[in-house]
């Protein structure tokens, strides 16, 4: 049976036979779309749509969890240790309850 874990909102942990995958949501606007009038005129729907996007694959469920640590920590404001060594308690403690559930 594949995983299929959500970790944020916007982030889950899915597998398939040889990889744990991350992956992010994403909100498609089909009117974006370049081809948007051939859409359109072949009856497309205008409505928004969530998409699941690859990110990133791995071989274990640790190391796909390393790497989002990782990301979220690259990606904070904090200007100095302390606030990322908080940032990263914060996401073991949200990875915790997660895995209380």
């Known amino acids: 049976m594949a995983l299929n874990i959500n970790i944020t909102e916007d982030i889950k942990i899915i597998s398939d036979t040889h ?3 991350v992956q992010r949501k994403h909100i498609v606007d089909p009117t974006k779309s370049p081809n948007w009038a051939k859409l359109e005129a072949k009856g497309a729907s205008s409505a928004l749509r969530e998409e699941w996007r690859d990110v990133s694959y791995h071989p274990s469920v640790e190391q796909a969890v ?20 908080d940032e990263i308690k914060r996401f073991e403690t949200e990875l915790s309850a997660i895995l209380k559930r």
């Not at 989002?68 to 100095?80: G, H, R």
């Open 19 to 21: 990889n744990v995958i």
């Open 66 to 85: 390393k790497s989002i640590m990782c990301k979220k920590v690259n990606s904070s404001d904090a200007t100095s240790l302390t606030e990322v060594l």
